[in-house]
């Protein structure tokens, strides 16, 4: 049996991910930037005086408790691998309730073996994004440090789950920074509707990003963007799910969507810990799939040939490349407004995570996107354009064969399909003007496997016939 403990700073605290600076910042520190060297964050844990559990099995054990909150949520139920927090502050919505599943009519598309392909759906979270995973474990830390407002920078899904949080616990009031037409109405929707004040700037993500900051600084605002190391905290679950809906079996590829690269860096992180605890005997490789109009980290990994380099990571060239970008006044533009972002803030966890996953980056465009969403509707499960770029991705780097047929891929679902029903009536509908205006603009040409809905007289005759011609 765990038992718990009252976290000291000595067991848990904020560390520089760069080896060579390690500096330290306590818990409460709301910075997120390291003291020596301005650089990111890991929340650490001195996991030779932490409980921890022999086997991952253990967590089957809080499914018998899902009446206590802590249990029944998808992020604190593991709470043993993320101990920042004591349990009497943490605050859940009943966030991570998500599912694993099997899709061989994806699989096919793919190019994978039957029984090979797994998507995880990240869009039955309350706010229905991933995000509320990262989210509660920020509002948590929060709490501890008695934060009253909580801001962030958004394209649309941290907005929505800031303020879910904001409304459903009704401890903070929640700010929002959103570009100038860079935000689908699913989203904006949720951020209105649950009471947020929405700022909308002119600019893009990254224009917001860089005010969000400077004002979260200047009025001590409590800031949720995944700069915040907190956040990534409550990502790592989602690998932890996966395992889990794989009776703990690692799988060969993790193949996610990098736009902010926050999954990616805390899918790193979950296996660097996992396999420094022994609670996994393997290493799953990481395929991090960009949008081609939201292209840096593969530009910067590919071209540029950036890596972590053992934690000496080139930023000489990355700011050389960010520098051109600036001069070019070049902005990042997909359909999959989710990841549309080119000055991802975490960057350098995400070489990290590559390094340590022997990982790797490819992007695909706006009509691979859209027809792989196509085909994940068809299969059973409805997502945002963003999600479906790792259903594309893996596509890709199955035809190039750096991904056998044979191995097993599990493809991260990151949002729920009515974040942006826009694009799927676009891309679906009969209406020409409709999908030039909304898809054309973003080099979308075709819609390969659209479902047209059929237009008939109000007459019994012709719609029997339609009824048996479909049948």
């Known amino acids: 049996m765990l038992r718990t403990i009252h976290l000291r700073s000595d067991l848990a605290f904020q560390r520089c991910i760069l080896p060579e600076c390690n500096g330290t910042a306590s818990l409460d520190d709301t910075r997120f930037a390291c003291p020596k060297c301005e650089g990111l964050m890991d929340v650490a844990y001195d996991w030779n005086k932490l409980p921890v559990p022999s086997s991952m099995a253990f967590f089957?054990?809080?499914?018998?408790?899902?009446?206590?909150?802590?249990?029944?949520?998808?992020?604190?139920?593991?709470?043993?691998?993320?101990?920042?927090?004591?349990?009497?502050?943490v605050l859940t919505i009943g966030e991570g309730q998500t599912l694993l599943q099997r899709a061989d009519l994806v699989a096919q598309y793919t190019g994978l073996n039957s029984g090979n392909l797994f998507l995880q759906y990240e869009g039955m979270n309350p706010s229905g994004s991933f995000k509320d995973n990262g989210m509660t474990a920020a509002f948590t830390h929060a709490r501890m440090t008695g934060a009253k407002r909580a801001a962030c920078a958004s394209t649309g899904n941290t907005s929505a789950s800031l303020a879910a949080y904001c409304s459903a616990t009704g401890l903070m009031r929640g700010i929002v920074f959103i570009g100038s037409g860079k935000i689908s109405y699913g989203k904006l929707a949720q951020a209105l509707d649950h009471g947020a004040l929405t700022l909308q700037i002119a600019g893009d993500f990254d224009d917001a990003m860089q005010r969000v900051q400077q004002v979260s600084r200047k009025l001590g605002i409590y800031l949720v963007n995944s700069v915040n190391p907190f956040r990534l905290e409550g990502q790592k679950t989602i690998m932890y799910r996966v395992l889990e809906g794989l009776r703990w079996e690692v799988p060969d590829w993790i193949v996610v969507p990098g736009g902010n690269l926050g999954n990616s860096s805390a899918f790193g992180k979950a296996f660097m810990e996992l396999k420094e605890l022994g609670l996994i005997n393997k290493v799953p490789r990481l395929a991090v799939i960009n949008a081609a109009g939201a292209n840096t980290f593969n530009l910067l990994t590919g071209q540029n040939q950036v890596t972590w380099n053992q934690g000496k990571p080139d930023y000489k060239t990355t700011e050389k490349f960010f520098h051109a970008m600036d001069e070019k006044n070049l902005r990042a533009s997909t359909i999959a407004s989710a990841i549309e972002i080119n000055r991802p803030v975490n960057l350098s966890k995400a070489l990290r995570a590559l390094e340590f996953c022997n990982g790797v980056v490819t992007e695909v465009t706006d009509q691979e996107i859209l027809d792989a969403k196509a085909k994940v509707g068809a299969g059973g499960l409805g997502c945002e354009p963003a999600s479906a770029a790792s259903v594309a991705g893996a596509r890709k780097l199955t035809g190039q064969g750096v991904i056998a047929p044979s191995e097993r891929v599990v493809c991260i679902l990151t949002g729920h399909q009515l974040k942006d029903p826009t694009a799927t009536v676009a891309y679906h509908g009969a209406?020409?003007?409709?999908?030039?205006?909304?898809?054309?603009?973003?080099?979308?040409?075709?819609?390969?496997?659209?479902?047209?809905?059929?237009?008939?007289p109000n007459s019994l005759d012709d719609i029997i016939k339609a009824i048996e011609v479909f049948s």
């Open 60 to 89: 089957e054990s809080k499914w018998s408790q899902r009446h206590l909150p802590r249990s029944f949520s998808g992020v604190w139920r593991f709470h043993d691998l993320l101990p920042f927090a004591p349990p009497e502050m």
């Open 431 to 456: 209406d020409q003007k409709t999908f030039d205006e909304v898809l054309g603009v973003r080099g979308v040409r075709r819609a390969g496997f659209a479902n047209r809905a059929v237009q008939l």
